[in-house]
């Protein structure tokens, strides 16, 4: 009995060696095998929206739908969405329109920026200024070249 | 809760003697495991039959091994076959494929294994029933699982037809055009199927949404039916037996225990077809020919894939109101091979036994001799 163990235990030590040699062998398989599923799945880097000189078109509001103080609009570019509208002084201005809170469209509702998911309220800056809101919304600068509207990269801090 | 051994709450099953001794010692993760497992689920005498199971070994076992290589093809087809969901759109086919082939990272690959699978699966499920054929496993009891196999041969020839149509690119526009006017011309339900089919008296991308419902949804989940039926047959009855092997005396029978002896040397064949399956994808990638034009001209040299190359080979010898006889030709092999195991219930050495090999000769004669005229002509 104690002679059979001893002899198994040392074929085993091989044998252990072996199959761990196995294992490790097809777990780089199986890595290689998923390194291209991953791959296919991972989604592709977008392109940079913004062209060389920093520019982007604003896509769905033309410079005339906002012509009058206290119009605005929902509108978007290449990177994301935007609340285009002009002040009732008359300034036209760009933000981003998600929401900081929990990712909705917001909504420029002359005085102020409301979203209606959560209830939160931001001012014509961009500031949070009442309910669940952590941040402003993002301030692009925005600039009309022959009845289009473009927005530019805003700047690093 | 703790249950001690031996005192077992309520609804809990006790653990049989028999499983104790197969089980790694109670104070080990796994076999604390197993004891917990098998409290609660009596499937014991599943895993002691699935353990037991034997494949006999003789000089035509080989051929055992087909079903199981279909069934490794099958899921390299849903696993691939998710993959292409993921960027295929039934309402851009063409843009959506060439986005696959141009774009995404491996998406050439996953599309070339998806289309080289499937080949290879029809191969792998012919050879299958011709073994099975004339090792003659159909007979009684099995007439059972010889009709599932039969209909999944059926269904998959369905998933080739069906997924062909969805590049929407020249070759896939015109072969299904040709199909469905095949299936048109058949007398009886022919013309209600095909217009079912097509959704419509033209082929467009409406009938995109039904190939694609049929190749994404209701096929797989019939052939997953089916495949659930057809080995749950082969568990309950076991493996048949060629004549010579069941002849043999009992003492003479050697088998091999399915898990893991048998199971073990079927993994280097499926790591072969795999093998096989990405080396044809790198060297013959599919190719994704020019978006369909419902007004252009058909290709030259337009052909079916190879697995509807007999039928179509067969519909050309009959030409003119002939047609019909090719056509009849077509339904009826089918129906002969289902009947064949209520014709031959026979005791090896009846003369019935004889003609249906001759039959099964002449058919994959027939069969192969079709489809290499069919591919040279």
Sequence with gaps: MTDS????????????????????????????????????????????????????????????????????????????????????????????????????????????????????????????????????????????????????????? | MQAREGEMADHMHTVPEEALKELPPAHKALGKLGRALLARFPV?????????????????????????????????????????????RPAEPWQSVQRIVMEVPYGNLMRSIHHWSANLMILTLFLHMFSAYFMKAYRAPREGTWLVGLALLGLCMAFGFSGYLLPWDDLSFFATNVGLTEMEKAPGLGPWLASLLRGGPAVTTDTIGRFYVLHVVVLPLAVLGLIGMHLLFVQIQGMSEPDSFAALPACQKKHKKFFFDYFASEIPVWLAAFALL??????????????????????????????????????????????????AL????????????????????????????????????????????????
Excluded at chain 1, 61 to 84: H, S, T, W, Y
Excluded at chain 2, 57 to 82: C, D, K, N, P, S
Excluded at chain 2, 354 to 376: C, K
């Design chain 2, 278 to 327: 990405v080396a044809l994808s790198a060297i013959w990638p599919r190719a994704l020919e020019a978006e369909a034009d419902p007004f252009g001209a058909a290709p030259l040299g337009i052909k079916p894939e190879w697995y509807f190359l007999a039928q179509y080979q067969a519909l050309k010898l009959f030409p003119g109101k002939l047609e019909y006889a090719g056509m």
């Design chain 2, 44 to 88: 014991w005498p599943i895993v002691d039959f699935l353990r037991n199971k034997k494949v006999p070994e003789h000089r035509h076992a080989a051929w055992y091994m087909m079903g199981g290589l279909a069934l490794f093809f099958f899921a390299i087809q849903v696993f691939t076959g998710i993959l292409l969901m993921v960027y295929y």
């Design chain 1, 5 to 157: 163990n001893t002899t198994r235990r040392e074929g085993d030590g091989g044998r252990r060696r072996f199959l761990g040699g196995l294992g490790l062998l097809s777990m780089a398989w199986a890595g290689g095998l998923l390194y291209p599923v991953y791959r296919y799945l991972a989604p592709t880097i977008p392109k940079d929206p913004f062209d060389a000189e920093g520019k982007a078109p604003v896509e769905g509001v033309k410079a005339e739908d906002i012509a009058q103080p206290g119009q605005g609009r929902n509108a978007g570019f290449a990177g994301g969405g935007l609340v285009v509208f002009r002040t009732p002084e008359g300034e036209l201005r760009a933000l981003s329109s998600k929401c900081t809170h929990a990712g909705c469209n917001v909504e420029f509702q002359g005085g102020s920026i409301h979203c209606h998911c959560h209830g939160g309220v931001y001012d014509l800056e961009g500031k949070n200024v009442s309910g669940p809101p952590p941040k402003p919304l993002t301030r692009y600068r925005v600039a009309e070249q022959g009845g289009l509207l473009y927005v530019y990269r805003p700047d690093k801090a």
């Design chain 2, 330 to 377: 077509m339904g009826i092999v089918p129906l002969l091979c289902a009947l064949v195991p209520f014709f031959d219930r026979a005791v090896p050495s009846d003369r019935r036994g004889t003609w249906i090999e001759r039959a099964g000769v002449a058919l994959l004669v027939g069969f192969v001799v079709l489809t290499v005229w069919g591919w040279i002509s």
